[in-house]
């Protein structure tokens, strides 16, 4: 059974930069796309970035593009999203999900999830 455990998140001042890890255990994540989504307070889910597992990347969040990076590192099983030039709005608990096919903005085909790690940005 695929377990995704996610860290790197905290409080940031606008501007600031955080690097985010998605990390795998019981499988490999060789064979996943694995996107991060976001909620913030009082608004629902939504999709930031994937990766394929031949690597490929998309961002769903325009309000990320130029700001946020997704990589994989197959040999540490592990999955990164880093977020440059933070913002307030950029303010919410970010999860890590894998799809055994293809990347997807929807939700609702992940099969696996992590519990979340908290981003603050505030000065």
């Known amino acids: 059974q695929l377990q995704l455990v996610e860290s790197g998140g905290g409080l940031v001042q606008p501007g600031g930069s955080l690097t985010l890890s998605c990390t795998a255990s019981?499988?490999?994540?060789?064979?996943?796309?694995i996107g991060w989504f976001r909620q913030a307070p009082g608004k629902e889910r939504e999709a930031v970035s994937c990766?394929?597992?031949?690597?490929?990347?998309?961002n769903f969040a325009h309000s990320v593009e130029g700001r946020f990076t997704i990589s994989r590192d197959n040999a540490k099983n592990t999955v990164y999203l880093q977020m440059n030039s933070l913002k307030p709005d950029d303010t919410a608990i970010y999860y890590c999900?894998?799809?055994?096919?293809?990347?997807?903005?929807?939700?609702?085909?992940?099969?696996?999830w992590g519990q979340g790690t908290q981003v603050t940005v505030s000065s």
């Open positions: 999900a894998a799809e055994f096919t293809e990347c997807s903005g929807s939700q609702y085909v992940y099969d696996y």
């Open positions: 019981g499988a490999t994540l060789e064979y996943y796309a």
């Open positions: 990766v394929e597992s031949h690597g490929g990347s998309t």
